[in-house]
């Protein structure tokens, strides 16, 4: 995997992009000009991988446009040594930028390809992330309960198994609405079946599915 100054200079100019397009969390700029993008898209994209788009992965998913990466980090307010849990592994960009916040991070990928894929790449870029393969509407309540919870994949509704893994005080961050559009949504927990909840911005995600996972069942999760 190489990473040459060209790419270096594209991605400088995404990250001066994102602050020109709103992001203000600093920490979040630095991680998006430091993580070498390209290393997580399709073969024969890479030159493509620091314009401001989302791209094509395997098992008919995408890697998220850059500023809605950025975007739903700045709304998940990430504290240096948060649990986190991403509900969408995908090709593990977000996961990478989560860990550069300062997270512990948990993520669970229902396509078998993907989970293998972004399982090695993380581990040979260095970053010590818990992956799972399994079904991310059950959340994981063995590891929970979390302080911030991400949904990277679009809901018809906020998840009600997913809040119960919140911890108050907690924050979750998910596009909720239908098959077209979602409202990014966001949802402080302030008590015990208390929440502020807040909606950011229309966004276009794959949709978040539920029951049987892709390559296997749904009994358990698998984790690397």
Known sequence: MDDTFRLQGKRRL???????KGIKDQRIIEAIRKIPRHFFVARGLEDKA??????????????SQPYTVAFQSELLEVETGNKVLEIGTGSGYQAAV???????????????????????????????????YGDG?????????????L?????????????????????????VG?????????IIKTGDNKYEITEHNNFIFVPMLKGKVSGGSDEGFKKK
């Open 14 to 20: 995404l990250a001066e992009i994102l602050k020109m």
């Open 178 to 186: 239908d098959n077209k559009v979602q409202k990014m949504t966001r």
């Open 137 to 149: 509407y059950k959340g994981l309540p063995t590891y929970g309960p979390f302080d911030r919870i």
């Open 98 to 132: 989560l860990s550069e916040l300062g997270a512990k991070v948990y993520s669970i990928e229902r396509h078998e390809e993907l989970y293998k894929t972004a399982s090695a790449l993380l581990r040979k870029m260095g970053y010590n992330i818990n992956l799972f």
């Open 50 to 63: 620091y314009d401001d788009n989302p791209l094509p992965i395997s098992s008919g998913q995408t890697i």
């Open 151 to 175: 949904v990277t994949a679009g809901a018809t509704e906020i998840p009600d198994e997913l809040l119960k893994q919140l911890k108050t005080g907690g924050i979750m961050v998910v596009p």
